[in-house]
């Protein structure tokens, strides 16, 4: 009985010279655990859940050096073509900083509702 003890002992305290049958269960077991735990237990672990911008902004970078920005129609309340364009602006500088819009373009559904604004940006 002594013997039992001895080598539960030596599992414990890992003990047991390299290259026995004893450490090589040890270290086998070891692996089991590492390789199969997350398979049985539930670590509650979980990729950060990205949060989009509140605006649902999308940034593209353009053959010229620029950026193309899709912005949706919902963040513009604009109905004139200046005001339309300070609006896309104020809503880009805040994310890129000081830009100039070059040119925009409105995306319109089937129905001819506009759903995004297509902004080509330069940086100042």
């Known amino acids: 009985m002594s013997s039992v003890w001895r080598t539960i002992r030596g599992y414990i305290w890992w003990s047991h010279e390299r290259g026995t049958l004893h450490y090589d269960i040890m270290v086998t077991l070891i692996l089991v655990f590492v390789f199969f735990s997350p398979r049985v237990i539930n670590f509650k672990d979980k990729p950060v859940e990205r949060i989009p911008h509140p605006t649902g902004l999308m940034?593209?970078?353009?053959?010229?050096?620029?950026?193309?920005?899709?912005?949706?129609?919902?963040?513009?309340?604009?109905?004139?073509?200046?005001?339309?364009?300070?609006?896309?602006?104020?809503i880009i500088e805040p994310i890129?900083?000081?830009?100039?819009?070059?040119?925009?373009?409105?995306?319109r559904d089937a129905a001819?509702?506009?759903?995004?604004?297509?902004?080509?940006?330069?940086?100042?």
């Open 59 to 90: 940034v593209v970078p353009d053959a010229g050096g620029g950026f193309i920005y899709e912005i949706p129609a919902a963040a513009v309340a604009a109905a004139s073509d200046a005001s339309v364009r300070d609006e896309l602006r104020d």
């Open 96 to 107: 890129s900083g000081a830009v100039a819009v070059t040119r925009y373009e409105a995306v």
């Open 112 to 124: 001819g509702k506009v759903q995004t604004y297509k902004v080509w940006v330069q940086k100042e």
